[in-house]
């Protein structure tokens, strides 16, 4: 039978015994009329008793009995002809039922070119987040750099100063590492956001691929006096950042692929900084300079932006580290419950420090604590997926999740943070994000 | 300064030690003309200077002698304007100047609905494929499935026959796992393939999430007699595998995510079975039903397709398992060498049996082999990334890898495997990949 050929109907052809082949569903059309209507009653009727789920003794109301009426499986229009071409999309694309699972872009910021736009996290599974949905931030736009074009500087307190170009960055020994990013100003200190990604949607995850900035220091040879290297980028905003030399010389990298294919514009193409762990407006994208100093440069995003003002009016600079932090995906802001009993609460964590060690989930507003599940392998500064089984009766709950890292610091509530720090920062916001569930299973902040 | 305002000139506006901040940048522009010019001269003259690479005592001749032309960093277009808005693209794609980079549909292959795409490996770091480029092979095109119309019925040998919508197989416990998928047909016995790609690339790897399969049948219950589970496509081709129950209750899953977002159409949205370590077609998409049974269907794909004709005649049915192999993506077929000395070799290497141990490089056609090293984490049934420095003396060279898995297989040559197998099969060749590199650099496959 060639391949182009639709299949006939071949749906309860059968018994049990004897699924359907290649030939028993040509020959099975009109004969198995009588056996079809009554296995279909069978099936009604059976499919109106759920079973538990033995291997985890959770009553799960999942399968069929919500759709007591459902009439056995119709043939559905996707099997009686071909689907699309093989190859007709070359590049491929989401489906047309996904459209609405998009970067947001906040209906209070104008689209404009120092803006952000955040990753649907109440959409995502997994740790991964696809290339087309990581978080931006930009600080004049994103630039169109050709990478024939494109060249990398080392100087200021080197032995040999040198300029690269993309091919020769791509000779190194390069490395692999999973690591998260997420802007300092997640989500900032006023309470908003409907949705995750509203609330917490500045960071993201992913396979990143480059050569150590270790490397290509240690091949200009660094100087006694080397204390910081100035990176700064090939944006119109030329977005420029002190990194210290220690942290040049421990995880940092400059990356050129991101998930496998090559850094997407947004994210820096075609070379960027990552900073493992470091707040993500210092991982400068569309790098073209690496000054090495011996003192930092005190740039426009280390003195005006990107410090933390305290409650006495002084400012906190250099306030690098992404502390632990969490966030229950699902169920939250904008779900709604598909129904009381079995739910499994899920999430991220993550840690600029180090590992994730423990998440605990609480559905009571934070009386009580229960220790989540965290998915295997737990890398150190990535996201962390968690999940714990939840039996929702129906009644109003609010849940949230707090995370500890290796260092043991455990993420705080908004009041306690601040209670240390005041209302006037902006920047490393790092409290837990509490979700309503109301009786009707709406989902919502539970903060608003 | 507000943010839209494109910077000035910001190139060497000041000596190493007072790096370019926001003030001294508006300041600079004409005063610092001759300062400029001196240390234009200086960089000019020290940039033909190339130290080694002090960590690993490797001679890179990576950086600027390679340009000894080079006139100091201009400021490129790019750091004079704006670049485009913060949310242009809400689903992001990858730059115009990677336009190349898709999926490679054979050109002896017609454009039809039973075909396939392969994944550019060489053109890919790191282990995440990420899902635009993920090889494709659909036996009858592409469905397009509504996922709120789309139902999975799980019956036959079970005490429960079950009907679940999307949203009730979203409601069960989850679980993310990182796992390879290759075609058993990757890459055929034919020696084909000029570039990675079209010899080897019907082999992806990604983040899955989705139900434990195990879970499903628990849920409608086993009887004595199950051993096999026929799963069955909602495509033009209703694609129909038998997998032996065994499988299904070890490492099997239902999954609906790839990469963090939902399964992308050609992967089987919105649902699909994924076996890990067994040959991709067995991984059925769109997944709509699965009969619990005591024998296997026998259907079109396990016996006139998909099974392993040896040299008396007979052929292997139910060979499942993808078996170890590797593949050096970089340098290969249709790349150029981009000069003599330091050169790193990089691949993949999987196994359907679960870890790789080692991976062994030769540069000699075979006679001697280094062991690579692997990148960590080195996950199960998954792409492990390996990595070899090499320093290429401008002579042909014959390089290629051989993988070990965590049983103690040794991924075989082409002669071996065909000696044992003979020369009739189609399926599960997992020689190596030889790469002949010229005196010009050109690099080619090996043996065409």
Sequence with gaps: MPDKQPMPDVSFVSDTHSPPTAETRQDAGSAKADTRQ?????????????TGLAATGLAVRTAAAADPGAAPLPVPESMKKPGALTGSALYGHPSEFEKKVVRHLRPTDKQYFSSSTRSPLQELDGIITPNG??????????????????KL??????????????????????????????CSGNPGYTVYGKTAAEANGLVSCAEWTGVPLKTILEEAGLQP????????????AGMTRSIPLEKCLDDAMLVYSQNGERLRPEQGYPLRVLLPGYEGNMSIKWVRRLQVTDKPVHSREETSKYTDLQADGKAREFTYIMEAKSIITAPSGGQKMPG???????????????????????????????????????????????????NWDGKP???????TDETGYVQPTLEALTA???????????????????ETGEVTNARL
């Excluded at 931030?137 to 169109?144: S, Y």
């Excluded at 899920?346 to 420090?353: D, R, V, Y």
Aim: glycine fraction near 8%; charge should be positive.
């Design 397 to 403: 709950a609010v849940i949230l999740s707090r995370a």
């Design 153 to 182: 500087m080392v100087h200021g307190l080197v032995d040999t100063p040198l300029l690269f170009t993309m091919e020769q960055i791509r000779r190194f020994p390069s490395q692999s590492r999973i690591y998260f990013l997420e």
């Design 38 to 50: 009554a296995r279909r009653g069978f099936l009604r009727k059976s499919a109106q008793t759920i």
């Design 340 to 390: 009381t009993g079995f739910c499994e609460i899920t999430g991220i964590a993550w840690s600029g420090k180090g590992k994730i060690t423990r998440v605990d989930v609480s559905v009571d507003d934070g009386k009580t604590w229960q220790q989540a599940s965290l998915q295997e392998p737990v890398l150190s500064k990535a996201l962390t997926r968690f999940r714990l089984p939840w």
């Design 133 to 150: 949905l990581f978080y931006e931030r930009h600080h004049n736009g994103i630039p169109t750099i050709d990478p024939a074009q494109h």
């Design 225 to 236: 006096d080397a204390k910081w290297v100035i990176a700064e980028g090939a944006d119109g």
């Design 420 to 438: 240390v720090r005041g209302v006037n920062g902006t920047y490393h916001n790092n409290a837990m994000t509490a979700w309503r569930i109301a």
